[in-house]
């Protein structure tokens, strides 16, 4: 099955029509994780990450849960309320 988010030499490519909602993706593009999800009412929400720590920790990442687990966790490392 194809991922809902991919890059390749031409940028970053979004399937909407792939994801579930409320799940979060994600693929890295020049040293950037890109991240996105449908929420509720299917609208599609996309962001970019640099922050070089933070990418690197994303890379690491192996599913959706993974990626949720890091983000609580930043979050509460940076005193972050979501």
């Known amino acids: 099955m194809d991922s809902p988010i991919s890059a390749d030499d031409g940028g970053v490519k979004f ?9 979060l993706y994600h693929c890295i593009f020049k040293n950037k994780a890109m991240l996105g999800f449908k929420d509720s009412q299917d609208v599609l929400n996309c962001y970019e990450i640099e922050e070089e720590n933070l990418v690197e920790k994303i890379k690491k990442c192996d599913n959706a849960d993974d990626l949720e687990k890091l ?3 930043y979050l509460k490392d940076q ?3 979501n």
């Not at 399937?15 to 799940?23: I, N, Q, T």
Request: glycine share 0%.
């Open 15 to 23: 399937k909407p029509e792939l994801m579930e909602r409320e799940k």
């Open 79 to 81: 005193n972050l309320k």
């Open 71 to 73: 983000f609580d966790d």
